[in-house]
């Protein structure tokens, strides 16, 4: 894990990282429909899930899927300390994610630009959320602001 970021000049277009795995449990699930709402009997009502469900095991929204490839993104330390904000994504959930699955994350950075701030750029970065088979649960663009160097 980097202990520092990478500021806007050191990030450049066309390179790729690669997050740790993390398997996603039970009760990753159970917590985030709770603190979220997620209340649908998909996520909640494993009685449902034998009965009506095609995956037979509790399903991840893909909001925390998303999440989750967040928080892998972070341990990498690609941004600690220079990353300035989340300026938004466009997120597409490709297949799902069920209890037992580990996730790993693929970033690459496709774009970058400068903004009339001195102190800062936009970078932007392709995400691709892999399981455990290598196949493809999630794909995202993503804008983040990012700190310049020597500022």
Known sequence: MRTQGLNFEQHEVGATFRTLGRTVSETDIVTFVNLCGFTEPLFMDMEYVTRESVFQ???????L???????LIMQTGLIHGTGMAFLGAEVRVVAPVLEGDTLTAEIEIVDKRETTKPDRGIVTYRHRVLNQRGELVLEAKVLR?????GR
């Open 57 to 63: 095991r509790r399903a991840a929204p893909g909001a």
């Open 65 to 71: 899927t998303l999440a989750l490839s967040e928080g």
């Open 145 to 149: 602001m990012i700190r310049r160097g």
